[in-house]
């Protein structure tokens, strides 16, 4: 079993170039208040990506309208693809977009359901340059107020960070999938850090910036942590070569459920299990069996 999860990783999908981490090192000798000034910053903004052909069919046949995050001047862009009483919510990841859980969206239509998308805050058409988790959350809560109840919710990455999150705070939903969700947000951070070439002892001083400015202890929103909380049916995918978040996570957040499964995947990486039409299938066969 340990052999078949320490195989060799995919290069990561947020890759930073080595002339940058090279500059960093070099600011991080003459000025540490300065260069958490411009890692806080970089790590804050989402990179945009242009969205591929593929995903245009899910974008041009959904209805969109703008949703303002309450306590924001934030707006988020909000999909609403197919109609039906049976509503799934998805969410994207880090730096990914409405559209990215197409395949899952295409297979949902297909057994009657109605499909809730949107672009999470500085992501996509939605507004702002910059954001964290507790504003995604946030948003998430928004839309759950505006288009729920929802029969089910599905979010890759930083998306299932967040889902499960909102589910432990308010039951949104009646059973959950997440797919190469990240665990201990602390682990983000400090991987950020030795990413651009720092230690951890800069990225100590780089979660206490975040700390201090939501006014929270980030691990206290850890996936396994909040998972404790949650008692209905959740999937948990993960592909043991995804190269952005450990599938070490994923066996942790399925051991904190109460109703957890768990499904390990080989090949597919960070994003192209999105992609995989039998991982798709099996997502919305679990959800179909669950609500």
């Known amino acids: 079993m340990n052999s078949f999860f320490n195989q060799p990783k995919f290069e990561s999908n947020l890759a930073i170039p080595k002339a940058f981490k090279l500059a960093i090192k070099a600011l991080s000798l003459i000025s540490t208040q300065l260069t958490l000034k411009i890692t806080s910053s970089l790590f804050a903004k989402p990179i945009v990506f242009a969205t591929p052909k593929r995903e245009l069919g899910m974008l041009q046949s959904s209805q969109v309208k703008k949703l303002q995050i309450q306590g924001t001047s934030k707006n988020i862009n909000v999909l609403s693809y197919g109609f ?4 799934v919510l998805l969410a994207h990841g880090w730096s990914g977009r409405s559209t990215q859980l197409y395949m899952i969206a295409n297979y949902l239509l297909e057994q009657g359901y109605m499909v809730i998308s949107f ?6 058409s939605s507004s702002g340059k910059s954001t964290n988790l507790i ?5 998430v809560k928004a839309i759950h107020y505006e288009y729920g109840p929802f029969d089910a919710a599905v979010g890759h990455s ?3 960070m967040v889902l499960m999150n909102v589910q432990a705070e308010c039951s949104a939903f009646k059973c959950l999938v997440t797919v190469g969700a990240a665990d201990k947000v602390s682990k983000i951070f400090y991987n950020f850090a030795n990413n651009i070439g720092l230690d951890n002892s800069f990225g100590k001083k780089f979660i206490a910036r975040f700390e201090k400015k939501l006014n929270i202890q ?3 929103k850890a996936t396994s ?3 404790k909380k949650i008692t209905i049916p959740a999937l948990i995918v993960h592909d043991v070569l995804d190269g952005d978040v450990s599938v070490s996570c994923a066996t942790s957040i399925r051991q904190s459920l109460q109703k957890g499964a768990l499904l390990i995947t080989q ?3 960070h994003t192209k299990i999105l992609r995989n039409k039998e991982i798709a299938l099996r997502i919305v066969n679990f959800i179909k069996q669950h609500t």
């Open 267 to 269: 090949g597919l990486g």
């Open 218 to 220: 980030l691990d206290d």
């Open 225 to 227: 942590i909040v998972a």
């Open 84 to 87: 039906s009483d049976k509503k």
């Open 119 to 124: 672009d999470a805050p500085a992501h996509g």
């Open 158 to 160: 930083f998306g299932g």
């Open 135 to 139: 504003e995604y959350i946030e948003a």
